[in-house]
């Protein structure tokens, strides 16, 4: 049977003038016991052991329990508190020191530090309570943070360390310091909370801790909306993220699932791999990412899957020594490239789609910067589908690319190879190799270009079969300078323009076309022109020499000088 203590400041039969001495008596007894608190003000601090429930008698808000210089309350037992308001100074406002803690319609406010202090071996549950300025500590044990607003935490609201295990439902944490709940070698899992205006990531995993996100909104973070670190394990489902520096993040081997989760005008990335990290993203929207909508660097390795990029900057970039796999991910409407991947990096792109974006895929690197490409579509993309450069090294299987200027190009000493694809209706050419660069093709059909079908320059080496060039407007195939190589089997069609135009140095093997072939007129003796690749500068519908560009200069001076003879100009 529980025993009833009253508490009251203003006395009565059979009251205690304070929670100290209602305990007193209650321990002498041994039993389990009720305290109810009368309204008013109680200034000191008591220890609560056995199986003791304190109760607030006329309800929320109606005591308040203060105690400046430290510690209000310390349990050992099962202890119950209800509806109480509990302010502490230095110390831990609450600390559980053994046992289980339960606090419901409670109001914590701790001037600095800690709030509520879960030591090992103990299990504490927050319910319907609101937190102020402090956080809850949970060293071990096992708690529960259920319908309850934590507010302006001095550095994390909630913090799971030790090996803890934490489940916090339900649940708003706003304008805390450092992160809404950091989770540290121990578990968590957060469902159904709101955290907005963190200093640092809103939700924390750091060294192996094990974190489950599902069904949250997170606004307004200053950092990362999630992020994984230290090897961390964990999953987010069905959760949005606005307006943060980042969505969501994982660097230093961690490897989360992420499914069904919207990231939407993330200042910078909407998600970001890094330092050998991993992490398998499924079904995720990135909207209006400032930056890169997902970014790979550093040894990074993500692996997306049914993602949808929309609007932004760029789209997905993989970079310094990172890699990356992304299968039917569906990008549109950026102001950059849709794909990038440079510097020493891997990626491989599966049954993609890129539309209305400024460039398609961009790779550009050393000789180990490598791109897949299987199956896939690039629809009005302003200008190139793939565009490649550097010494990098690219495949690119059952492709269609439609409008823009270029579908394939090729510069420096890059190396493409191209299979069963299709461009059509772009402005500039099919494919073009400039330098050094090499282009292998089989079975590539281009259709409807209003200039080349196919461009070879400077010292490029081109290896083109079973291909076709149809309605090319300028001619099906252009090669000057050193470039050289062979069309084996290969097709032009139309009823304008040429078939091939010519320099001598690319053996046409086989060619069908009821079109001419012509060569271009020699050029006159002299030094070689120097070739500069620019990038986001003019595009040209048609084979061009000796040609002498600037802009970006307040004053531009330009000479032109006919040569007699051949039309050519210098």
Not at 274 to 296: H, K, L, P
Request: with cysteine; net charge neutral; hydrophobic share 40%.
């Amino acid at each position: 049977m529980v025993a009833r203590y009253v508490v009251s400041p203003r006395g009565g039969r059979r009251t205690h003038p304070d929670i100290t001495s209602a305990l007193r008596a209650a321990a002498a007894r041994g039993k389990p016991a009720l305290i109810e608190i009368a309204p008013g003000r109680y200034e000191e601090a008591f220890t609560v052991r056995g199986e003791v429930r304190l109760s607030a008698a006329e309800g929320p808000g109606t005591v308040v329990v203060e105690r400046p210089g430290g510690a209000v309350l310390d349990a050992f037992g099962t202890v119950h508190v209800q509806g109480l308001t509990l302010i502490g100074g230095e110390a831990d406002v609450v600390g559980c020191g053994a046992g289980s803690l339960t606090l419901e319609h409670t109001r914590i406010q701790a001037r600095r530090g800690v709030a509520v202090h879960a030591r090992p071996g103990t299990s504490v549950t927050l319910r319907d309570s609101a937190v102020l300025h402090g956080r809850v500590l949970f060293d071990g044990g096992r708690g529960l943070v259920e319908r309850c607003r934590l507010t302006d935490a001095a550095d994390n609201a909630i913090a799971a360390i030790n090996g803890a295990l934490v489940t916090v439902r339900g649940s708003r944490i706003e304008g805390s310091r450092i992160h809404g709940v950091r989770v540290c070698d121990a578990g968590a899992e957060v469902v159904g909370c709101e955290l907005t205006g963190t200093g640092k990531a809103a939700l924390m995993a750091d060294t192996r801790a094990r974190l489950a996100v599902a069904d949250c909104a997170i606004t307004a973070v200053h950092a990362e909306g999630i992020m994984f670190i230290e090897q961390s394990r964990g999953s987010v489902d069905t959760t949005r993220v606005t307006d943060a520096r980042h969505g969501i993040g994982a660097a230093s081997g961690a490897d989360p699932v992420v499914r069904g989760c919207v990231l939407t005008d993330c200042h910078d990335t909407g998600i970001n791999v890094q330092t050998e990290a991993r992490g398998t993203f499924e079904d995720c929207r990135i909207v209006n990412a400032g930056n890169v909508a997902v970014f790979s660097t550093r040894g990074g390795a993500p692996v997306l899957l049914r993602c949808r990029v929309e609007r932004g900057n760029v789209g997905i970039a993989v970079t310094e020594g990172a890699r990356g796999r992304f299968t039917e991910v569906e990008v549109e409407d950026l102001t950059n490239s849709a794909l990038r991947v440079l510097d020493g990096s891997g990626a491989a792109f599966t049954r993609v789609r890129v539309e209305r974006c400024a460039a398609g895929l961009e790779v550009r690197g050393d000789g180990g910067t490598t791109a897949e490409v299987s199956g896939g579509a690039f629809r009005d993309v302003a200008l190139a589908a793939v565009a490649i450069g550097g010494q990098s090294r690219v495949t690119v299987e059952d492709v269609t690319a439609e409008g823009g200027a270029l579908g394939f190009g090729v510069t420096e000493e890059a190396r493409l190879r191209v299979t069963d694809s299709t461009v059509t209706a772009v402005s500039g050419g099919g494919a073009a190799t400039l330098g050094s660069g090499q282009f292998l093709a089989r079975n590539l059909t281009v259709t409807g270009s209003a200039a080349l079908g196919l461009y070879g320059t400077g010292s490029a080496y081109v290896d083109v079969a079973h291909s076709t060039f149809t309605d090319c407007a300028a001619a099906g195939a252009s090669f000057e300078e050193q470039a050289g190589g062979q069309l084996v089997d290969c097709a032009v069609d139309g009823t304008t323009g040429v078939a091939v135009i010519g320099n001598g140095r690319v053996d046409l093997v086989g060619l069908r076309t009821s079109l001419k072939v012509v060569r271009h007129p020699e050029k006159p003796a002299g030094p070689p022109p120097q070739i500069v690749n620019i990038f986001n500068g003019p595009v040209f519908n048609g084979p061009v020499r000796d040609i002498q560009m600037a802009w970006g200069n307040e004053n531009v001076s330009q000479h032109q000088q006919r040569t007699e003879g051949d039309g050519s100009r210098s």
